[in-house]
């Protein structure tokens, strides 16, 4: 297991590392901010990242949508945020107001984005690197519909590899940058990884369920495959009586999984209790005797490492990312089709021995991942960033360098 240095050592290396590169403000751009309604995995990544960043002394400016009856400037944990632009007009926001000056001068910027890039390279001449959670590729069509799913695919097909190819991008796990450096074909040299963190109110404690209880906590999106996780849920219910099951989050896909569960009679026994705050996703997290995922893409897989530092072993597809997130066989099961999900559950729910086993595993895993290390792997591959900045001659443009 990867020993964690202590909180303060971790942040006293980034101070030297980005003085030494000669990093003091730092320009974050990402899609939403964690006050959004709509805010997911990406978001609590962007937070924790920026708040780690604001610790180490840097100045850090996030930069997302605008959130609508909430303030358009906020400071928070030691960095500010800036929302402008709706679901597509941040895109552009973006552009004008790190152009204009308006968010201040930066030395370096980070840029986070799924599938659809903000495309930084063509506009900001500062050391950069590219946070990039997943390849987006073959769920496009889940995503948007018709034309629309054609150009986001398209976009990130052909665009994000023609900009991207020669600059510095980070992924959440190893399994992400493997599909990074086939599909964007970027450099291996420069291509990073920064494993995702776990925030430390995910701990041991509660009490179990009596009954088998399986959770998933998710994004209500396509790509999640909530409805096949509930008929995989419907199959083990058939072979486990008194299973109970709850899938929390909240999303587009909502109203149709909830439709799902009451067309196959399952709402008697499976709970849809929408977006929770963090208390109560830690209380589920603890009362579960497993957590699962049924998802088609993923960089990582927070949930599952959230659960395992909870001492809840995780049963998901084999994907990059879980293959990361779930240590297969010490921390959890692996399953390469539904039917082994299905299969996977049943076997934890039905032997406690090897749950107990599992559930240590998952604990043990979970605790090699910090969001203090996750800043300081990003940090580090952006101050490489202004390093070879240095040692090579470029064109300037006074614009694009404000």
């Known amino acids: 297991m990867t020993e964690i240095a202590p909180v303060d050592e971790i942040h006293e290396k980034m101070r030297q590392r980005a003085a030494a590169a000669g990093v003091r403000r730092i320009h974050v751009f990402t899609f939403r901010d964690r006050e959004d309604p709509e805010a997911g995995g990406s978001e ?37 945020v800036v929302r402008r632009g709706g679901r597509l007009g941040v895109f552009g926001t973006s552009v004008v107001d790190e152009v204009s000056g308006r968010l201040g001068r930066a030395d370096a910027v980070i840029e986070i984005f799924h599938g659809a890039p903000f495309f930084t390279p063509l506009w900001s001449r500062k050391p950069q690197v ?11 069509h889940l995503l948007l519909p018709g034309f629309l799913g054609r150009v986001g695919d398209a976009l990130e097909r052909y665009g994000t590899p023609l900009v991207y190819r020669s600059r510095a991008m980070v992924a959440p796990s190893e399994s992400a940058r493997r ?20 925030a430390d109110r995910f701990e041991p404690g509660g009490t179990r369920a009596e009954r088998p209880l399986v959770v998933a906590v998710a994004r209500f999106m396509p790509q999640k495959r909530l409805d096949d996780l509930v008929r995989v849920l419907v199959e083990v219910k058939r072979r486990v009586a008194d299973l109970d099951a709850v899938i929390v989050g909240d999303g587009p896909e909502h109203a149709n999984v909830q439709a799902l569960v009451r067309e196959l009679g399952a709402d008697d026994w499976l709970q849809l209790p929408g977006r929770l705050d963090d208390v109560d996703v830690v209380a589920w997290y603890q009362r579960a005797w497993a957590v699962v995922s049924a998802s088609l893409r993923e960089g990582f897989g927070l949930t599952l490492t959230e659960a395992g530092a909870c001492g809840t072993p995780g049963v998901a597809t084999r994907i990059p990312g879980h293959v990361d997130a779930v240590d297969d066989g010490v921390s959890g099961l692996l399953a390469d089709d539904f039917d082994e999900l299905a299969d996977a559950i049943v076997t934890v729910l039905g032997d406690p021995e090897l749950r107990d086993k599992l559930a240590q595993g998952a604990l043990d895993h979970a605790q ?9 792997a990003v940090l580090d591959a952006l101050c490489d960033e202004v390093d070879r900045a240095r040692t090579r001659p470029r064109l300037r443009f006074r614009a694009l360098d404000r």
């Open 179 to 198: 599909e990074i450096l086939r599909h964007y074909r970027t450099r291996p040299d420069r291509t990073y990884v920064a494993p995702n963190g776990v």
């Open 130 to 140: 590219a946070f990039v959670h997943h390849v987006h590729l073959d769920t496009w």
């Open 368 to 376: 090699q991942f910090s969001w203090e290390a996750a800043t300081a």
């Open 44 to 80: 609590e990544h962007a937070y924790w990242m920026c708040r780690h960043l604001a610790a180490a002394d840097l100045e850090v400016v996030l930069h997302a949508a605008a959130i609508p009856g909430l303030p358009e400037r906020v400071t928070r944990d030691g960095f500010e």
